[in-house]
């Protein structure tokens, strides 16, 4: 899965994985990447995911402008280990790692058939909130707290995967850490996030 991570003087900042056909960064908070700073126009650049890999970066008219390698551009493919420069802020691309369900053949599609017919969702096991079903409709939804702990459940073909997206304290599944290279999840699945457990559940439609 294509990756951003951000630094101002070697200290990550953001990672972000990019899971959206269009993600947009800049300094408002409508943006899908939010860089608070002056030197980040209110709408920055984009970042267009074709296909399954293939990442595009636009510069949206930013007043000081966005770099790949040193150079301003204004539309170009990024190629893996490029790195984005907007302001203080140096932002390296990463092209698709780990098994996050990219570059499956057609072996699958049987499996891709089962995943199409069925609705996801997370119940909540504990808490004041115990026994609240949210159900994962979107391409992508996040769970969590921000700056604590969240998660993001990305609907693939071949299935739904789960990958820690920001936040200090790791989230865990069925008990064991979770990374951010997304995890395919199983009917019955445990998730701890921020002292919260639920449990994924798949239901035919």
């Given at each position: 899965m294509p990756q951003l991570i951000a630094t101002v003087e070697g200290v990550e900042v953001k990672h972000v994985y990019l899971t959206k056909d269009r993600t947009t960064l800049g300094r408002r908070d409508s943006n899908d990447i939010v860089l608070d700073n002056l030197v980040v126009s209110g709408s920055h650049c984009a970042f267009?995911?074709?296909?399954?890999?293939?990442?595009?970066?636009e510069d949206l008219g930013s007043t000081n402008g966005t770099f790949v390698n040193n150079k301003r551009v204004k539309r170009q493919q990024l190629h893996d280990g490029d790195v984005i420069a907007i302001g203080h802020f140096k932002i390296q691309f990463l092209t698709?790692?780990?098994?996050?369900g990219f570059g499956q053949t057609t072996q699958f599609d049987s499996q891709m058939m089962a995943s199409a017919q069925l609705q996801a969702s997370?119940?909540?096991?504990?808490?004041?909130?115990?026994?609240?079903?949210?159900?994962?409709?979107?391409?992508?939804?996040?769970?969590?707290?921000?700056?604590?702990a969240v998660v993001a459940v990305s609907h693939r073909r071949t299935g739904f995967f789960i990958a820690h997206l920001d936040g200090d304290k790791a989230p865990t599944l069925n008990g064991r850490p979770l990374g951010h290279?997304?995890?395919?999840?199983?009917?019955?699945?445990?998730?701890?996030?921020?002292g919260t457990r639920m449990q994924f559940q798949l239901t035919e439609h």
């Open positions: 267009d995911l074709k296909s399954l890999a293939d990442v595009f970066i698709a790692s780990g098994d996050s997370f119940r909540v096991l504990d808490g004041s909130s115990a026994g609240l079903e949210v159900p994962v409709v979107k391409a992508v939804t996040t769970f969590g707290k921000p700056g604590v290279d997304p995890v395919l999840l199983s009917h019955r699945d445990v998730v701890e996030l921020a």
